[in-house]
């Protein structure tokens, strides 16, 4: 997980080094991040003797620890390969590296018996890997682009959902430059919201089963997507992918084609897929909108502008509570977070809390397993951060149960005296599974609470035993001055915020509706007042 994070922060290749069996083992969830991330990185694990292997003897195990971690790490890394002669350890490690970084990046593994890492070699009489030619693009220029830019310019209710393949094409400057030319409104997915500060003008939020309900509205009323390294899943588009952008014409571009014909498995028409790199689809765009006169989207945009102000994340009566307000929270923190700085966060509720009420600023970065999403990222992933830049500060927003995960690397973190500043999210347990269960098992918090048999240490004395500095915080009152306090420390610390465990995250979607109808659900009259598009099924027979 560190060195993903390391990867996301530097845009080069993150390295992982782990034994036989176990170790080997131990990475697979962070290769699954990588993975599902399309994030480069090396694994190197080491593998007992060729001559204690198990072969195709039909045991279970030969050699101590073997195990057979390529074909584990098949179906979640690019490529994966068991070193057999060591006069190909060039090739192999050159060709894992290339791969690594090509097309749709992603994490790679190369297997290394122990008798082999012993052979004496001499690496420049090795055989090198030579990488294939490059093959031209599948973009058509020309009736397919023109009718693209045909639809862009009738648009009148126009979004741009922005992606993390922007980042993963080094295409940024690019899309600003094309978002300047279009001027429409934009949703950044959850890996690209520290593309924008807060501020950004024509930023209408995030969207999907967690995100904003302006964002939602927006998305889910507009009649044209222009959604580039986005692959759009689930969670985004809510459940049935049908349900999303309905009426809109869809312009969806993607490096990987499989990730294009998966809308037709789904029932879903993709007017214009562009299967491209999307630094190439930005600079075809931008030349072709120079000087190309569009719609008026200003009654559009005026329109976003007014679901902006009367859905705010951080509502008035948050602040008049006595306990932590979670979103409250977050609008401290993010008060207090300096340009450049780094903030990592786990999963469950404090990446919702933090996609909902946080506001980012410029040149700051916001880091996350977004797909495959595991307790535990946020400690490790935090370090990699601070390994990659060290004179940055990294901000750890972490959950009880999620930095238990990987509580033992509170050790690295204290050994380098990291400038790392912890915050835990600590509710008494796991609350987003607390919120389905609200949803779906009548409130029966099984595994989820310390009645259902969940429970938490005191963090203070165990960040303490580490020879790390803690705080705590309880009040709503003092947010505001201990979380300037604590960013404003030197070296790493962690401060303990008390949350009641029943704050949930608001709004969310519930199962069965579609996203622009979240819970809690609006009374029908006002949703509809907000709705543009034909309401479907689920939401007309809605009740507050």
Avoid at 56 to 83: H, S
Avoid at 332 to 346: E, N, T, W
Avoid at 357 to 368: I, Y
Avoid at 436 to 447: A, P, R
Wanted: net charge negative; with cysteine.
């Amino acid at each position: 997980m560190a060195a993903d994070a390391y990867s996301r922060v530097t845009g080069k290749l993150g390295a992982a080094v782990a034994t036989s069996g176990p170790g080997a083992t131990n990475l697979i969830t962070g290769i699954c991040c990588a993975y599902y991330d399309s994030v480069p990185a090396i694994y190197i694990t080491g593998q007992v003797a060729t001559f204690r292997s198990k072969g195709d003897m039909g045991i279970r195990q030969l050699g101590f620890q073997e195990t057979d971690i390529v074909d584990m790490c098949g179906p979640i890394t690019k490529y994966a390969v068991k070193i057999s002669d060591p006069q190909t350890i060039r090739k192999e490690l050159e060709k894992a590296v290339y791969l690594a970084r090509c097309d749709r990046p992603g994490p790679v593994l190369v297997d290394i018996p122990d008798d082999l890492q012993r052979k004496q070699i001499d690496p420049e009489s090795l055989d090198p890997f030579c990488p294939p030619t490059p093959s031209a693009g599948t973009l058509d220029w020309t009736n397919n682009f023109e009718r693209c830019i045909d639809a862009i310019q009738r648009a009148q209710r126009p979004v741009v959902i922005v992606g993390w393949g922007v980042r993963l094409a080094h295409a940024e400057k690019e899309l600003l430059e094309a978002l300047r030319l279009l001027n429409f409104p934009v949703l950044p997915t959850w890996a690209m919201v520290d593309m924008f500060p807060h501020d950004y003008p024509q930023l209408a939020g995030t969207f999907g089963t967690h995100g904003s309900r302006c964002g939602n509205f927006a998305v889910q009323n507009a009649d044209l997507v222009l959604a580039i390294g986005s692959r759009l899943d689930t969670h985004e588009t809510g459940s049935p992918p049908t349900s999303f952008a309905r009426q809109a014409c869809k312009i969806v571009v993607d490096i990987d084609p499989a990730e294009l014909r998966k809308f037709k498995s789904h029932g879903v028409n993709i007017d214009f897929p562009f299967c491209i790199d999307a630094a190439e689809f930005l600079r075809e765009l931008c030349a072709r909108l120079d000087g190309v006169e569009l719609s008026d989207t200003h009654p559009w945009q005026n329109r976003i502008a007014a679901w902006q102000d009367k859905y705010p994340a951080i509502q008035p009566q948050y602040r008049e509570e006595h306990a932590v307000n979670p979103y409250v929270f977050m609008e401290a923190l993010s008060r207090f977070a300096q340009p450049g700085d780094i903030i990592v966060s786990d999963t469950g509720c404090a990446l919702a809390w933090a996609m909902q009420g946080f506001s980012f600023r410029e040149s700051q970065r916001f880091l996350h397993a977004f797909n495959n999403t595991p307790m535990g990222y946020a400690l490790p992933a935090s370090i990699g951060a601070a390994l990659a830049e060290p004179a940055r500060r990294v901000i750890c927003i972490t959950g009880d149960g999620a930095l238990q995960m990987n509580i033992q690397e509170l050790a690295t973190l204290a050994h380098y005296k990291l400038n790392i500043r912890i915050f835990v999210i600590n509710n008494d347990g796991y609350s987003m599974i607390r919120q389905t269960q609200d949803q779906w098992l009548d409130s029966s918090y099984i595994g989820s609470s310390p009645e259902g048999g969940v429970s938490m240490p005191d963090f203070q004395h165990v960040a303490k035993a580490y020879g790390i500095k803690a705080t705590q915080l309880k009040h709503n009152e003092d947010v505001l001055r201990m979380v300037n306090e604590v960013l404003c420390e030197n070296g790493p610390i962690l401060c303990d915020v008390n949350i009641p465990s029943s704050h949930r995250v608001v709004p969310q979607v519930k199962f069965g509706y579609p996203i622009e109808d979240s819970e809690p659900l609006l009374p029908r009259d006002e949703f509809m007042e907000n709705m543009i598009v034909q309401p479907l099924p689920a939401s007309l027979h809605g009740s507050r």
